[in-house]
Structures are given as C-alpha cells and as structure tokens.
Nanobody, 119 residues
C-alpha cells in the first residue's frame, strides 16, 4: 500500500496563504509525476498543479499566478504554495503520484486535506 502523506490544510480568510505538503516513499517520488488535485462538494476532482515526467509544470487556469508547485527531492516531498486564496478554492486537496508507460497509467492518491477559505 503506497502512502502519500499530506499536511498543511486548514481554514484561512480570503487573501490568505497556505502551504500543502505531500511526502511520498522514495521509490514513488523518483519514478512518478507528482501533483495536486482538488475536489469541491458536488464537483468532480480537478487538476490544480502537477509536474510532468520531464519536470515541467502545469497549472489550472484558475490558480495560475497564485499557486506554485515545488519539490524537495532530498525529502521526497512535493509542496503546493497557495497565495491570494479565494472562497472558490475551498475543497479537499489530494496529492497524486502518476506513472505512465505506454497505455498503462498508475495513480496513487493521498487521503486528502481540507482547505476552507472564508470570505
């Protein structure tokens, strides 16, 4: 059972900041593309930010310029720095590790961490 351990969620006022962390086993961190997704009540899970296999980053349009994904390879940890938070950012945030080889895709998920932004 692969464990992705998330931390850093909480309640913050609009305009505030939070940093999420996700620690992964080294064998996963080095071979998988790491990223963050979120799911708001009644909505589908959506990509927030992610590294691709070549190290480039992708962001949802709604968070560009406000959120930054980063990684610490020595700690096998990926971060999501969230600034200028808005009430619409309220969701459960999930860490993801994705491995793609040909037609095979393997996803691992963290347990989720709640982010609530008050207006």
């Amino acid at each position: 059972q692969v464990q992705l351990v998330e931390s850093g969620g909480g309640l913050v006022q609009a305009g505030g900041s939070l940093r999420l962390s996700c620690a992964a086993p080294g064998s996963i961190f080095s071979r998988h593309a790491m990223g963050w997704y979120r799911q708001a009540p009644g909505k589908q899970r959506e990509l927030v930010a992610a590294f691709s296999s070549d190290g480039s980053t992708t962001y949802a349009d709604s968070v560009k310029g406000r959120f930054t994904i980063s990684r610490d390879n020595a700690r096998n940890t990926v971060y999501l720095q969230m600034n200028s938070l808005k009430p619409e950012d309220t969701a459960v945030y999930y860490c993801n590790a994705k491995f793609v080889q040909g037609v095979l895709t393997v996803n691992y998920w963290g347990q989720g961490t709640q982010v609530a932004v008050s207006s």
